[in-house]
Nanobody, 125 residues
Framework: QLQLVESGGGLVQPGGSLRLSCTFS????????IGWFRQAPGQEREGVSC????????NYADSVKGRFTISRDNAKNTVYLQMNSLKPEDTAIYYCAARIDLGALGLQSHEYGTWGQGTQVTVSS
């Protein structure tokens, strides 16, 4: 069974950067897309970015395009989310999730069946 563990969250000032990591273990054969989602207090979970661990294809939400970069290191079973030019509105709990690669790089949370425990990102001066 696939397991996901996030790390790298913390407190950063506006304009700063953080890199989140999602390390996955277990049976990864059928899980080829890793996504990052976030949820702020009182708001719905939002898809941020996803990547195919086989092809490297990526997808981003409009709100983070040009600021966030997703990448993978298959040798380390890890997917990264580099977050630059952070804004207070990026404050949320960030989750990584996994799904089977069916071709489309969707960012709808219901498409993902396995989730990590989340890591808090706070952007504040």
């Amino acid at each position: 069974q696939l397991q996901l563990v996030e790390s790298g969250g913390g407190l950063v000032q506006p304009g700063g950067s953080l890199r989140l990591s999602c390390t996955f273990s277990g049976n990864t054969f059928h899980y080829a897309i890793i996504g990052w989602f976030r949820q702020a207090p009182g708001q719905e979970r939002e898809g941020v970015s996803c990547i195919s661990t086989t092809s490297g294809r990526t997808n981003y939400a409009d709100s983070v395009k040009g600021r966030f970069t997703i990448s993978r290191d298959n040798a380390k079973n890890t997917v990264y989310l580099q977050m630059n030019s952070l804004k207070p509105e990026d404050t949320a709990i960030y989750y990584c999730a996994a799904r089977i690669d069916l071709g489309a790089l969707g960012l709808q949370s219901h498409e993902y069946g396995t989730w990590g425990q989340g890591t808090q990102v706070t952007v504040s001066s």
